[in-house]
């Protein structure tokens, strides 16, 4: 018998066009069927190219930086 999980994410990006903005964060958590966390949450973040500026906005809302990004 199988048992059904659930894969809960979240990604932050460096913008609001999905077209021309880049990923910063993603972030994950698997529960059970009862929502019970099960296994290590994943939280991930991406860094930016060199050449790429984020656009501000997306920084003071998330709290990411291109800095925190490079940690």
Do not use: K
């Not at 964060?25 to 930016?48: H, K, S, W």
């Not at 500026?53 to 990004?69: K, V």
Request: charge should be negative; hydrophobic fraction near 40%; aromatic fraction near 10%.
């Amino acid at each position: 018998m199988s048992t059904h999980t659930f894969l809960w994410h979240d990604y932050e990006t460096f913008g609001a066009q999905a077209r021309r903005d880049r990923p910063a964060q993603f972030a994950a958590i698997r529960t059970d069927a009862e929502l019970n966390e099960i296994g290590t949450p994943v939280m991930l973040y991406c860094q930016p190219a060199p050449d790429f500026l984020p656009d501000p906005q997306a920084c003071l809302i998330t709290g990411i930086t291109p800095q925190i990004c490079l940690e």
